[in-house]
């Protein structure tokens, strides 16, 4: 662009110079008697001619000198705008190390704990990791993704497992986030069941899983963000989950928090429904229309396992994340996080 551009500017260039001397030295080569004649007679037939040719000339020439001022201007803003361009993309290089180094930064951090958390369990196995709060009482205080062990006597595998060490006194173990909205949550009975979803991302940690954790007396925290960055919880000094023989029904109490009306409380002493397995208190097929699978009842105050929706489609469905109690049927919420601590947990 900035080549052609310059290339048009030479050829006018060229295009001046010819007319500025046709329009000078030419005619004075061309009529020379003529000239002498207009000298001696101002009033000669051949003057009007010449003046107007010159005037007309001159406009060219004017025009010209304009055009070529236009072009420079043109290329000068070129030049300023691929020296922005240059430096912006050298900031956003910048940035990407920064984030990158960060990244690493935790990998490291997270897998010196990883590494530190079996060696725990392999000393003293007599005094058995539960959760995340048996770590945070062991010294583990870094949020992050930690490994428990398998439990004999129940016969549960090892499970990974994400620790929020920070938020309220730590020691959460999440079981459920959607933030980044890649990962679909409309899944059947038997995912649900086993879990799914990436624990440092979005993620259902599993029915059984669920289950198998809250069989002590178990708090369960909900921490939900809106698109305008705001933030709210739901706080139930109470949670369980029955077992799959009795369709995992959930039992929540004693609500506490400050995102508007208690929006699980509907969901309370209600089974667990999926896509292919219609638990649920209605009439309708309320997995199939909020698609996803939860506590329904007929159908929802609250979809925390609904369809992900981006700013801007944030508020067009009634299948998304919501929560009625704060913003209404109709609002998909950016940021979910669940999590769980027993109940005597001593931060
Ligand atoms: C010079 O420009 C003016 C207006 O921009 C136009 O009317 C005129 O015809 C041009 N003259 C020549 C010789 O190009
Ligand atoms: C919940 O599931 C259990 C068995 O899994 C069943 O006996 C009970 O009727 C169900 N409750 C409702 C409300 O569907
Ligand atoms: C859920 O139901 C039980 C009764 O089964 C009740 O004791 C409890 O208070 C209810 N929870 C909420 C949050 O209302
Ligand atoms: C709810 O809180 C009240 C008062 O703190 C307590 O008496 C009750 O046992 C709690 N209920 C449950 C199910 O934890
Ligand atoms: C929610 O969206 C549905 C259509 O998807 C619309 O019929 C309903 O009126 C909306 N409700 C609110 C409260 O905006
Ligand atoms: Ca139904």
């Given amino acids: 662009m900035l080549k052609r551009a310059?290339?048009?500017?030479?050829?006018?260039?060229?295009?001046?110079?010819?007319l500025l001397l046709e329009g000078t030295g030419a005619q004075v080569v061309r009529d020379p008697r003529k000239r002498?004649?207009?000298?001696?007679?101002?009033?000669?037939?051949?003057?009007g001619q010449c003046c107007d040719e010159v005037r007309s000339l001159k406009v060219q020439v004017a025009n010209l000198t304009s055009l070529l001022e236009e072009m420079s201007r043109?290329?000068?803003?070129v030049v300023r705008q691929m020296m922005e361009l240059d430096h912006q993309t050298r900031q956003q290089e910048a940035r990407v190390t920064e984030a990158e180094a960060?990244?690493?930064?935790?990998?490291?951090?997270?897998?010196?704990?990883?590494?530190?958390?079996?060696?725990?369990?392999t000393q003293t196995s007599a005094d058995a990791i539960y959760d995340c709060a048996s770590l945070y009482s062991r010294n583990y205080k870094i949020s992050g993704e930690y490994k428990l062990p398998a439990d004999e006597f129940l016969g549960t595998p090892e499970l990974e497992v994400f620790c929020d060490m920070e938020s309220n006194g730590g020691g959460w173990t999440v079981i459920q986030r959607r933030k980044v909205g890649l990962t679909s949550f409309d899944r059947d009975w038997k995912q649900y069941k086993k879990g799914f979803g990436t624990i440092r991302g979005d993620f259902w940690l599993g029915n059984d899983n669920i289950f198998r954790l809250t069989r002590q007396p178990t708090v369960l925290r909900i921490e939900l963000e809106d698109w305008e960055g705001e933030i709210r919880y739901a706080e139930y000094q109470h949670f369980t989950l029955s077992n799959e023989l009795n369709s995992y029904k959930l039992f929540i109490a004693n609500y506490s928090g400050n995102a508007g009306q208690d929006s699980l409380r509907y969901h309370n002493n209600t089974n667990f429904s999926t896509k292919n397995k219609d638990n649920d208190k209605c009439v309708d097929d309320c997995a199939k229309l909020r698609k996803?699978?939860?506590?329904?009842n007929c159908c929802t105050d609250s979809n925390l396992n609904g369809v992900y929706y981006r700013y801007g489609e944030h508020t067009k469905n009634t299948d998304g994340i919501t929560w009625y109690g704060w913003h209404g049927p109709n609002y998909s919420l950016k940021r979910v996080e669940m999590k769980i601590r027993p109940q005597n947990f001593q931060p």
Avoid: D, F, H
């Avoid at 310059?6 to 060229?14: D, F, I, S």
């Avoid at 043109?74 to 803003?77: F, I, S, T």
């Fill in 102 to 121: 960060k990244y690493s930064e935790i990998n490291n951090r997270v897998g010196i704990m990883q590494l530190q958390a079996a060696q725990a369990v």
């Fill in 36 to 47: 002498m004649a207009a000298a001696a007679a101002p009033k000669a037939p051949g003057k």
């Fill in 6 to 18: 310059l290339l048009r500017a030479a050829t006018l260039a060229a295009t001046l110079l010819l």
């Fill in 74 to 77: 043109r290329q000068e803003n």
């Fill in 292 to 296: 996803g699978g939860y506590w329904y």
